[in-house]
């Protein structure tokens, strides 16, 4: 190893994600919702970091840091999360911010490198107020009206109230400024099995998933459960029940290779044990990086929905639309080589079939995601987990193809 790559120092990069892992700790994990104390309480703990890496920043008008350096030459922008899902894991975000801050404290006081990383931390990419709202709104895609709109899906609190409990309000959002970042670099935890199950260490994105959300809604007839004959039932919750096996039988003759759905909320009105229920309702979601797997698929969904109605009243409700982003091709060459170097070559281009801050970023940069094993696969749970010496190698890692992205553009 040459002397750059051993000035990562391992150890700190373990203290600061237990660390952050001692903040809202819940089992073996973290409970951190968006603007709760302990997600607060996170991201002083960055604030006062920063400047071990000569950066400079604040928390700022939607709950993100970004730190800024005076450093001349190119500058690279790296970062993820703080806050987690609701009893959660402890890697999913902080990963990402702590690779990025130890990039920042080895690369930024190099006199041999030219430029700087910048280190941001983005606001409720978990989606508590609305998905990526810190990234999108860094952007410019949050209006003032979207914040006014946006309501905690845990306690429904205005976004307006938690800004102001937290302190927040009145402040200005940082917001993207062109030129002055060469792009983005993201680091998470894989949150699948791939790179444990064939023993690698790396994982190189090539592009993340695009997120289609829909309400599909099922009218039937409320009833008594006991004096009502089955052959003259109109139960919506049986109706939904079908529509969810039906989906599993057909999807797959019309789907990619690595398309994946999901129902992931049913509610019945009145959700009582003696009522037929008159309503229900069901969550369901696509994810793929084909958007024309995903128009055929919801397609199918809507002729489903058509036949289905026929009996009944069915609406399919489209809420969501994310569109897939492919990662620069110059960022998985940094990447993969930086893995060449660091951690044996044992890596692997892969999409990713989670959502992540990188896919916003790289509508106005380019943009690029390394990650690291998962331990069983296991994310959004408090059982998450990463090996010690994989996080290292990560590390290790990531703060190579920092240097490498900043040299390559510094030479260009």
């Known amino acids: 190893m040459n002397n750059n790559l051993a000035r990562v120092d391992g150890t700190r990069v373990l203290a600061d994600l237990h660390a952050l892992r001692a903040i809202g700790p819940y089992k073996t994990g973290v409970h951190k919702p968006t603007f709760s104390e302990p997600h607060l309480r996170s991201l002083q703990w960055l604030v006062q970091r920063l ?16 730190g800024t350096s005076t450093k001349p030459g190119p500058k690279l922008l790296a970062g993820s999360h703080l806050e987690s899902q609701n ?61 006014d709109a946006a309501r905690d899906r845990n306690n429904d609190r205005s976004m307006r109230d938690a800004l102001r409990d937290a302190g927040l309000a009145g402040r200005a959002r940082a917001r993207y400024e062109r030129g002055r970042h060469i792009g983005y670099l993201e680091a998470h935890i894989e949150q699948g099995e791939t790179l444990e199950s064939s023993d690698l260490k790396i994982g190189i994105v090539t592009s993340i998933v695009g997120i289609w959300q829909y309400r599909i809604t099922f009218t039937g007839e409320q009833n008594h459960a006991g004096t009502t004959r089955m052959a003259v039932r109109r139960d919506a919750g049986l109706a939904l029940a079908r529509f969810c096996v039906d ?166």
């Not at 990025?100 to 107020?129: K, Y």
């Open 51 to 66: 400047p071990e890496a000569g950066l400079a920043g604040e928390i700022d008008g939607i709950g993100n840091i970004v």
């Open 247 to 412: 989906i599993d039988a057909r999807f797959p003759a019309v789907c990619g290779p690595r398309t994946v759905w999901t129902t992931g909320r049913i509610t019945l009105d009145p959700g009582a044990p003696s009522i037929i229920p008159g309503a229900a309702e069901m969550l369901f979601q696509i994810r793929d990086d084909d958007p024309g797997v995903i128009a055929r698929l919801e397609d199918l969904l809507r002729s489903m929905a058509a036949e289905v109605d026929k009996q009944g009243t069915v609406v399919v409700e489209r809420i969501r639309t994310g569109a897939p982003a492919l990662m620069d091709v110059s960022f998985q060459q940094a990447i993969e080589q930086a893995g060449a170097a660091c951690a044996g070559g044992r890596s692997l281009r892969m999409p990713s079939g989670a959502g992540h801050d990188a896919q916003i970023l790289a509508t106005v940069m380019p943009a690029g995601m390394l990650f690291v094993p998962s331990i069983g696969g296991i994310s959004h749970h408090w059982t998450e987990n990463t090996a010690d010496a994989d996080i290292i190698t990560g590390a290790v890692v990531f703060v190579e193809a920092c240097r490498t992205i900043l040299t390559q553009r510094d030479s260009a």
């Open 87 to 147: 009893h959660a894991g402890w890697l999913d975000g902080p990963l990402g911010v702590v690779y990025a801050l130890e990039a920042a404290r080895v690369i930024n006081p190099d006199p041999n490198t030219s430029g700087a990383v910048e280190v941001a931390s983005w606001c409720d990419e978990e989606g508590h107020f609305g998905h990526f709202l810190g990234s999108r709104s860094y952007v410019g895609g949050v209006t003032e009206a979207d914040i």
